[in-house]
């Protein structure tokens, strides 16, 4: 597993593995990451399902609570086909994006 920090924001990625060992590994490595905004780059799969980005939500919404953002990066999924309840974007500077705007919501208190 590959982390790549930016000022608050940390970008995880590793390539060749199931999604099922790529999230183990993430929940392994969160109590690290718990105090960053995370990016989760999908890329490396060539084939994602809408149940794939779910396996992501327990994670998500504990990191989410704790105020702090959470966002997958793909363009291998119908963005129709996901819950609201999981931020997915298909690119990084769209990660990056987001962040900053929840960041600012945080800030504001909205």
């Known amino acids: 597993m590959v982390f790549n920090k930016e000022g608050t924001t940390t970008m995880v990625f590793q390539e060749k593995i199931s999604i099922a060992t790529f999230l183990e590994n993430l929940e392994k490595a969160y109590p690290k990451l718990k105090h960053d905004n995370i990016v989760v780059n999908l890329f490396s799969f060539s084939k994602l399902t809408s149940g794939d980005i779910l396996e992501f939500l327990e994670i998500s919404n ?43 919501e945080r800030d504001l208190g909205i």
């Open 62 to 104: 504990t990191h989410k609570n704790a105020n702090k953002s959470f966002v997958l990066v793909t363009n291998k999924v119908s963005f129709n086909e996901i819950t609201d309840k999981i931020s997915v974007v298909p690119t990084l500077q769209e990660a990056r994006d987001l962040i900053e705007m929840e960041e600012i």
